[in-house]
Structures are given as structure tokens and as C-alpha cells.
């Protein structure tokens, strides 16, 4: 059982990761409201259940991928449950070959480490290197939950915020494709 904080609708005022604080600094910024949550470190998806609960939607898995050279690379958002399937997701954009991305990509390319691979890295993303893939049933959703830089918190946002506000002004873009 995790600790989990009182749901909260302002930015934390104590010390965060800067990529945590740039979020809440963005998300401020451009008026965008959010509930957040404070939680013991997680390190599975099944771990966020009680998160989910308390937020009132669900956390998204988000997978760091690369081609076989290294020279593409996506994070991949999707629901908690859909498992993942290297074929379908290779047929969706057109990639004949996809593999989990090191560690040391996802630092250099979403400045975040295994465990805390989230949508709010692209923020570190300044030439739109990562192409962002969303599953269609992430994208209709009403909610968007993810952790925002650090898996000792947790986000929820309306998803049409995120998609049509957020992430122009961090300029990327979704792919939405079925999986």
C-alpha cells in the first residue's frame, strides 16, 4: 500500500526535479487546470491503481521506443491495461523494427530515467526529435493522467487541454493511431 497525499489544484511549493517545476510552471502559465496527488515512489503500473482512485481517472503508461538504428525515436502513450504489442505498433507508423530505448536516450531526449517516462518530458524535447504517439482511446478520454517528471507525483488535466494547448506550446504534436 503507497502513501498518497490529499488531492491539490496548486503547484507544489516545495523542492522538485526541474522538469516538475517547469510543468506546473507551463500548466500556470497557460491556465490550464490540474489536480495533483503526492505519493510514495511507484514502480509499476499496478502501483498506480490507488493513484487512480484518488484522482478519479487513470494514469497513462507511456513507453520509450527507438528503430534499430537509433535514429527514431517515440513515446508511446496508452492506456494502463492494453498490453503492448511490438507488431501493431511498428504496422501503426509505419516502423518495420521497434525496441525499448536505453536509458540513456530517454535522458538525453525527455531528461527522465526508466520509471518516470512521461508525456511532460517532451518539454526537454527543444527540436521535436521524439515523435508522440497516443492510442486513439487515450486520446477520446476525458481525463489525462501521467506523472510530471518524477513518479512521486502524479497529474490529472482534461485531455483536449493537453492535446490542444499543451503540447503546441511545447511545440509538438500527437500522432493518434488505434493499437
Not at 535522458?107 to 527540436?127: E, F, Q, R, Y
Not at 507525483?153 to 504534436?173: A, E, M, N
Amino acid at each position: 500500500m503507497i502513501s498518497i497525499s490529499e488531492v491539490m489544484t496548486t503547484a507544489p511549493a516545495d523542492e522538485r526535479v526541474p522538469l516538475e517545476k517547469e510543468v506546473y510552471k507551463i500548466l500556470d502559465s497557460l491556465q490550464i487546470p490540474y489536480e495533483r496527488v503526492d505519493n510514495d515512489t511507484v514502480s509499476s503500473m499496478a502501483e498506480c491503481i490507488e493513484i487512480n482512485k484518488v484522482l478519479g481517472a487513470e494514469i497513462r503508461k507511456s513507453i520509450f521506443l527507438c528503430n534499430s538504428k537509433k535514429t527514431s525515436f517515440y513515446l508511446l502513450i496508452m492506456p494502463a491495461e492494453k498490453p503492448f504489442d511490438t507488431g501493431v505498433f511498428s504496422n501503426a507508423v509505419g516502423c518495420s523494427r521497434v525496441s525499448f530505448a536505453k536509458e540513456e536516450y530517454m535522458l538525453k531526449h525527455l531528461g527522465v530515467t526508466p520509471g518516470s517516462a512521461t508525456i511532460m518530458g517532451l518539454i526537454n524535447d527543444k527540436d521535436d526529435f521524439v515523435q508522440l504517439i497516443i492510442d486513439k482511446e487515450v486520446a477520446d478520454a476525458e481525463w489525462f493522467c501521467c506523472n510530471p517528471g518524477a513518479n512521486t507525483s502524479h497529474l490529472k488535466i482534461k485531455t483536449r487541454l493537453l492535446l490542444d494547448k499543451f503540447l503546441p506550446h511545447i511545440y509538438h504534436r500527437a500522432r493518434v493511431v488505434e493499437l
